[in-house]
């Protein structure tokens, strides 16, 4: 197996040498030795009290860096920053968290909050809201797996101060998508189809709402789902839910609350809830990935864990267009 450190220097490969400076193992080894640990603990009490917490947060380390947001000159400014944070303001009260891709959905922020607030206390100023966000996520899925995810993740991201709501519309892949869709949104982060295949996985845990596949349960046009399943989401869910009645399933019914490759037995088995889960075998060669994964009990596992360092490390921040906030919510 590749060591993660094999990840994140080819993501470092493909961006700008300037863009990775800064990002390394162990980076705050000096300023703040017990960061990893502190934000380690918190989230696991989180998880132990509640795993959907735990789905949460590997859910906004994806859409934290997934989402580039666009200055007033229209320059671009890079993901993986602590963006997905930020609260409404007068000066932008339409921030990423209440784009529909995040809200009502996007959960875990308290969690950051808990962490954040014990990293400063410990060393204050030194640990950015961005790599806390990262090192939760890479927890989540340590737990939530049964410490089958195990991977280092290197530190070193800062915060942004930029946060706009459609922009998450622009860039975070919608459960409709299609496979070209799908492939064309990881593509242009840096990733492989085999990456975007294998951080699907994620849905082995977490909910979701009903208006999220409510198109596929429908009795017309009939869609490719396990009628068995669809049967029961139709029990569950109103036929056209609204913002006010939009009830929440899980997403995988066999293990809802561990990290693991069931979700590839269910896109196989066509026991999926989204169009962009069911769209992995809509050709040979993500089919074929597919059930590898579903195959090979912890491989998937490892591969997460190396997909997930390869997304932590795109597009970082540099000191020149970010900092360190002291409240995660909100700009220094």
Known sequence: MAHPRAAIWLSCVLLLAATCQGLKYGYYSRSCPPAEYIV????????????????????MAFHDCFVQARNLSSVLLFGCDGSVLLDPTPANPRPEKLGPPNFPSLRGFEVIDMAKAAVEKACPGKVSCADIVQ??????????????????????????RV????????????????????????????LSVDDMVV??????????????????IGTAPPSNMDPRLAAALRRRCPANPTFSND???????????????????????????FTSDAALL????????????????GRWERKFARAM???????IKTRANGEVRRNCRLVN
Request: aromatic share 8%.
């Open 40 to 59: 380690r603990a918190v989230v696991g009490n989180a998880v132990r009290q509640n795993p959907g917490i735990g789905a949460g947060l590997i859910r």
């Open 309 to 315: 360092v390869k997304m932590a490390a795109v597009e």
């Open 135 to 160: 090192f939760a996520g890479r927890d989540a899925s340590f737990f939530l797996s049964r410490g089958r995810v195990s991977y280092a993740l290197p530190g070193g991201r800062l915060d942004g």
């Open 163 to 190: 946060s706009l709501e459609n922009e998450t519309l622009a860039f975070l892949p919608p459960p409709s998508f299609n496979l070209t869709q799908l492939i064309g949104s990881f593509k242009a982060k840096g």
């Open 282 to 297: 809509t050709s040979r060669r993500t089919a074929a990935m597919v059930r590898d994964n579903a195959r090979r009990s």
């Open 199 to 216: 951080l699907s996985g994620a849905h082995s845990v977490g909910r979701s709402h009903c208006s999220s596949f409510s198109d596929r």
């Open 247 to 273: 009830p929440t399933v899980v997403q995988d019914a066999a293990s809802p609350n561990v990290l693991d490759n069931q979700y590839y037995r269910n896109v196989l088995g066509r026991r999926v809830l």
